[in-house]
């Protein structure tokens, strides 16, 4: 089964918890052991599985991103957000998961979460479960 998400993003950088949206979504594809893929389609945003106990590992992942990356360097893209493209290249923009029992296996601190490296913006999240 193939679903598209839609996130709308409120600041210029962000990791959101969408692990609850996942979920739904493999609950809605009725698969019991398989794959979870998903896909971020965009440039300046990624996705990652870290800790979702504790809020301040992200907001730490954040700020070493923004101190490694900075956006006010001299980058060449005209665009001014030169930053955005390198933190998604680093972080990645899919993921692939095991479906087992009807339910994502992820450890039992983690989240999946979206990365807004250029935000606030409309954005989309692809996710392909396939039974097997």
Known sequence: MFEVLELTTTKRNDFIDITGEISG????????????YIHIPHSTAGI????????TVQADIESKLNKMIPKGENYTHPEGNSDSHIKSSLIGTALTLIVEKGSLVLGTWQ???FCEFDG?????????TIEG
């Open 25 to 36: 979504a493999l609950s809605r594809a009725r698969i019991e052991s398989g794959l979870c």
């Open 48 to 55: 990652t599985i870290n800790e979702n106990a504790d809020p």
């Open 111 to 113: 989240g999946i979460y």
């Open 120 to 128: 606030p913006r409309d954005r989309m999240i692809y996710i392909k």
